[in-house]
């Protein structure tokens, strides 16, 4: 899944190059000598062209699934929900246990750090 904000026009291009091209037909009428001739044309374009992948706006997203061709979605932002005050709880305890886990010195054991496991044993 890929989102708006990409700022690198290599990989843009990359997933440009990954959604594919399609036919675009063009028709040409010329006249002259009170005739006139028509002639048909078939050319490859971008699906969506790098310039537009970087242009995503907030919101939307491209998703790829193994054997499929590539989906653009609108999302559904969790702090727009009605569970969004429950989830943005559930993000600072989470963000918190992690602070709180980080600042703990683990144990070292010969010159090697040693997470204890849930008993307390290394």
Same mark, same amino acid.
Not at 16 to 43: A, E, P
Not at 80 to 99: M, S, Y
């Given at each position: 899944?890929?989102?708006?904000g %990409? +700022? =690198?026009?290599?990989f843009?291009? =990359? $997933?440009s190059? !990954?959604?594919? =091209?399609?036919d675009?037909? /063009?028709?040409? %009428?010329?006249?002259g +000598?009170g005739?006139?001739s028509?002639?048909?044309?078939?050319?490859?374009q971008?699906? !969506?062209? *790098?310039a *537009?992948?970087? *242009? $995503?706006?907030?919101? @939307?997203?491209l998703?790829?699934l193994?054997?499929?061709?590539?989906?653009?979605? /609108?999302? #559904?932002?969790w702090? =727009?929900g009605?569970?969004? +005050?429950e %989830?943005?709880?559930q993000?600072?305890?989470? @963000?918190?246990? #992690?602070? *709180?886990?980080?600042?703990t010195?683990m144990?070292? /054991?010969?010159?090697?750090?040693?997470?204890?496991?849930?008993?307390? @044993?290394r």
């Amino acid at each position: 899944m890929v989102g708006s904000g %990409i +700022d =690198d026009a290599s990989f843009a291009e =990359d $997933l440009s190059r !990954l959604i594919g =091209d399609h036919d675009v037909t /063009t028709i040409s %009428i010329s006249s002259g +000598d009170g005739r006139s001739s028509r002639s048909r044309s078939v050319r490859q374009q971008r699906i !969506l062209p *790098a310039a *537009a992948i970087r *242009a $995503l706006p907030k919101g @939307q997203a491209l998703v790829w699934l193994t054997g499929s061709k590539v989906a653009m979605v /609108t999302t #559904l932002p969790w702090y =727009d929900g009605q569970r969004a +005050d429950e %989830i943005a709880a559930q993000v600072t305890a989470a @963000q918190a246990g #992690l602070t *709180a886990a980080a600042g703990t010195p683990m144990p070292r /054991t010969s010159g090697v750090a040693v997470r204890p496991n849930s008993a307390g @044993q290394r």
